[in-house]
């Protein structure tokens, strides 16, 4: 049987998929009545969440921020992306996220 989606999953219970994530996740914004009512169905559904989603919230996976700039550029606006690309390089980004050197996309001219 393949595995349950997170929509598949409110379809059944008649909430929306963002009911579901918060029955799930213990945030409020739903009422208790339907918090237990998505967690029941869940465990007699076995719904597992997906493996994908843990990895997304890993901390020891490192994140990167980077200055995305088009590749023509007039003289004034390549000095306001070097100034921006070196701020952005001195602030001290909390772990896991770490700067990297600026990007130069053709696409965005």
């Known amino acids: ?16 998929p963002t009911a579901v994530s918060f029955a799930l996740n213990g945030k409020p914004g739903i009422s208790d009545e339907t918090r237990e009512h ?9 719904y597992v969440p997906a493996g994908r989603a843990p990895a997304v919230r ?4 490192p994140r990167r921020i980077a200055v995305v700039y088009p590749e023509s550029l007039r003289p004034i606006d390549q000095l306001f992306y070097m100034e921006l ?6 602030v ?18």
Do not use: H, Q, Y
């Not at 890993?58 to 996976?61: E, H, Q, V």
């Not at 690309?85 to 001195?90: I, K, P």
């Not at 896991?96 to 050197?101: L, V, Y």
């Open 1 to 16: 049987m393949a595995k349950l989606t997170t929509r598949e999953l409110a379809r059944l219970a008649g909430v929306s």
């Open 38 to 46: 998505i967690l029941k169905l869940a465990e007699t559904t076995g």
């Open 58 to 61: 890993d901390a020891s996976r």
């Open 85 to 90: 690309n070196s701020c952005v390089m001195r």
């Open 92 to 109: 001290d980004f909390p772990a896991p996220f770490s700067p990297t050197s600026p990007l130069i996309s053709p696409r965005l001219t």
